[in-house]
Protein backbone atom coordinates (compact mmCIF):
# COMPACT_ATOMS: atom_id res chain seq x y z
CA UNK A 1 0.00 0.00 0.00
CA UNK A 2 1.05 3.39 -0.77
CA UNK A 3 2.29 5.91 2.08
CA UNK A 4 -0.05 8.70 2.18
CA UNK A 5 1.85 11.80 2.45
CA UNK A 6 0.36 13.81 6.05
CA UNK A 7 0.64 17.17 4.41
CA UNK A 8 0.58 18.92 1.39
CA UNK A 9 0.54 21.88 0.63
CA UNK A 10 -1.66 23.19 -2.16
CA UNK A 11 -0.59 26.43 -4.10
CA UNK A 12 -2.97 29.01 -5.52
CA UNK A 13 -2.27 30.06 -8.56
CA UNK A 14 -5.01 32.03 -10.78
CA UNK A 15 -5.13 29.96 -13.93
CA UNK A 16 -0.88 28.98 -14.31
CA UNK A 17 -0.71 25.84 -12.60
CA UNK A 18 -0.04 23.32 -14.76
CA UNK A 19 2.42 25.88 -16.23
CA UNK A 20 4.16 26.18 -12.74
CA UNK A 21 4.12 22.35 -11.96
CA UNK A 22 5.71 21.56 -15.27
CA UNK A 23 8.61 24.37 -14.66
CA UNK A 24 9.18 23.21 -11.41
CA UNK A 25 9.20 19.39 -12.57
CA UNK A 26 11.69 20.25 -15.10
CA UNK A 27 13.93 21.77 -12.14
CA UNK A 28 14.05 19.39 -9.54
CA UNK A 29 15.21 15.79 -9.84
CA UNK A 30 12.66 12.69 -9.12
CA UNK A 31 10.12 15.12 -9.74
CA UNK A 32 6.66 14.35 -11.69
CA UNK A 33 3.49 15.24 -12.20
CA UNK A 34 0.85 12.60 -10.78
CA UNK A 35 -2.34 13.53 -11.52
CA UNK A 36 -4.66 16.18 -13.52
CA UNK A 37 -8.43 16.85 -12.67
CA UNK A 38 -10.14 19.67 -14.96
CA UNK A 39 -13.29 21.81 -14.06
CA UNK A 40 -16.51 20.60 -14.86
CA UNK A 41 -19.86 22.46 -14.72
CA UNK A 42 -20.68 21.32 -11.40
CA UNK A 43 -20.14 25.03 -9.29
CA UNK A 44 -19.54 26.87 -12.11
CA UNK A 45 -21.27 29.81 -10.51
CA UNK A 46 -18.33 29.76 -8.01
CA UNK A 47 -15.34 29.35 -10.00
CA UNK A 48 -16.76 30.54 -13.74
CA UNK A 49 -13.85 28.71 -14.95
CA UNK A 50 -14.20 27.16 -18.22
CA UNK A 51 -15.74 23.55 -17.75
CA UNK A 52 -12.61 21.22 -19.15
CA UNK A 53 -9.79 23.89 -17.90
CA UNK A 54 -7.13 22.62 -15.75
CA UNK A 55 -8.31 22.99 -11.82
CA UNK A 56 -5.55 20.85 -9.97
CA UNK A 57 -2.47 19.14 -10.72
CA UNK A 58 -0.95 16.75 -8.27
CA UNK A 59 2.71 16.65 -8.56
CA UNK A 60 5.93 15.66 -6.61
CA UNK A 61 9.26 17.72 -6.73
CA UNK A 62 12.36 15.13 -5.09
CA UNK A 63 9.44 13.23 -3.74
CA UNK A 64 7.39 15.67 -1.88
CA UNK A 65 3.66 16.03 -3.04
CA UNK A 66 2.21 18.97 -3.86
CA UNK A 67 -1.12 20.21 -5.21
CA UNK A 68 -1.39 23.50 -7.51
CA UNK A 69 -4.84 24.47 -7.86
CA UNK A 70 -6.09 27.16 -10.34
CA UNK A 71 -8.49 29.05 -8.63
CA UNK A 72 -8.46 32.60 -10.01
CA UNK A 73 -6.72 35.69 -9.20
CA UNK A 74 -8.02 36.85 -6.05
CA UNK A 75 -4.86 35.06 -3.76
CA UNK A 76 -1.47 36.12 -4.61
CA UNK A 77 1.92 34.58 -3.23
CA UNK A 78 3.71 36.48 -0.07
CA UNK A 79 6.76 36.12 1.43
CA UNK A 80 5.27 35.22 4.46
CA UNK A 81 5.54 31.98 2.74
CA UNK A 82 8.56 29.88 1.01
CA UNK A 83 9.51 27.11 0.30
CA UNK A 84 12.94 25.96 1.62
CA UNK A 85 15.64 23.74 -0.53
CA UNK A 86 18.57 22.46 1.13
CA UNK A 87 21.51 22.33 -0.89
CA UNK A 88 24.71 20.05 0.06
CA UNK A 89 26.63 21.81 -2.84
CA UNK A 90 27.65 24.84 -4.45
CA UNK A 91 26.86 24.02 -7.97
CA UNK A 92 23.04 22.60 -6.14
CA UNK A 93 22.56 26.37 -4.90
CA UNK A 94 23.30 27.33 -8.36
CA UNK A 95 20.90 25.40 -10.23
CA UNK A 96 18.81 25.93 -8.21
CA UNK A 97 19.07 29.77 -7.94
CA UNK A 98 19.51 30.36 -11.91
CA UNK A 99 16.56 27.52 -12.41
CA UNK A 100 14.21 29.32 -9.76
CA UNK A 101 15.15 32.95 -10.34
CA UNK A 102 15.41 32.90 -13.98
CA UNK A 103 11.78 35.10 -15.14
CA UNK A 104 11.26 35.72 -11.54
CA UNK A 105 11.74 39.39 -9.66
CA UNK A 106 15.02 40.59 -9.10
CA UNK A 107 14.33 43.06 -6.37
CA UNK A 108 13.43 39.42 -4.39
CA UNK A 109 16.96 38.08 -4.23
CA UNK A 110 18.11 38.63 -0.95
CA UNK A 111 20.27 36.17 1.82
CA UNK A 112 18.93 33.69 -0.63
CA UNK A 113 15.75 34.22 -0.97
CA UNK A 114 14.13 34.70 -4.54
CA UNK A 115 10.61 35.04 -5.64
CA UNK A 116 10.38 32.94 -9.36
CA UNK A 117 8.33 33.79 -12.27
CA UNK A 118 5.25 32.60 -10.68
CA UNK A 119 5.30 34.55 -7.58
CA UNK A 120 6.19 32.17 -5.46
CA UNK A 121 9.51 32.44 -2.52
CA UNK A 122 12.34 30.28 -1.96
CA UNK A 123 14.80 30.02 0.27
CA UNK A 124 17.82 28.00 -1.36
CA UNK A 125 19.81 27.59 1.24
CA UNK A 126 23.20 25.26 2.30
CA UNK A 127 22.23 22.20 4.30
CA UNK A 128 24.64 23.01 6.59
CA UNK A 129 22.89 26.19 7.56
CA UNK A 130 21.00 24.90 11.00
CA UNK A 131 24.20 23.42 11.81
CA UNK A 132 26.02 26.81 11.53
CA UNK A 133 22.91 28.61 14.21
CA UNK A 134 23.97 25.90 16.67
CA UNK A 135 27.31 27.79 16.93
CA UNK A 136 28.27 30.05 19.43
CA UNK A 137 27.23 33.52 19.28
CA UNK A 138 30.21 35.20 17.26
CA UNK A 139 29.87 32.21 14.88
CA UNK A 140 26.19 32.98 14.30
CA UNK A 141 27.11 36.88 14.19
CA UNK A 142 30.14 36.20 11.66
CA UNK A 143 27.30 33.84 9.50
CA UNK A 144 24.52 36.37 9.35
CA UNK A 145 26.40 39.27 8.76
CA UNK A 146 28.14 37.59 5.86
CA UNK A 147 24.70 36.08 4.56
CA UNK A 148 23.33 39.84 4.72
CA UNK A 149 25.65 40.98 2.27
CA UNK A 150 24.34 38.24 -0.10
CA UNK A 151 22.25 37.75 -2.79
CA UNK A 152 22.75 33.82 -3.53
CA UNK A 153 24.37 32.50 -0.82
CA UNK A 154 27.86 31.03 -1.59
CA UNK A 155 29.05 27.72 0.58
CA UNK A 156 32.30 28.62 1.11
CA UNK A 157 32.00 32.25 2.10
CA UNK A 158 29.73 31.35 4.97
CA UNK A 159 32.29 28.63 6.57
CA UNK A 160 34.70 31.27 6.36
CA UNK A 161 32.65 33.11 8.14
CA UNK A 162 31.53 30.65 10.72
CA UNK A 163 35.00 29.41 11.24
CA UNK A 164 36.40 32.79 11.86
Given at each position: MERIQTITPCLW????GEEAAKFYISIFPNSRIL?????????????QKEPGSVMTVEFELDGQRFTALNGGPMFKFTEAV??????????????YWLSLSEGGDPEAQQC?????????????????MGEWM?????????????????KKLDIAALQEA???
Open positions: FDDQQVAHFTEAGHEFHSLQVNCRTQEDIDHGWLKDRHGLSWQIVPAQKGTDLQCTRVISTMLKMYDG
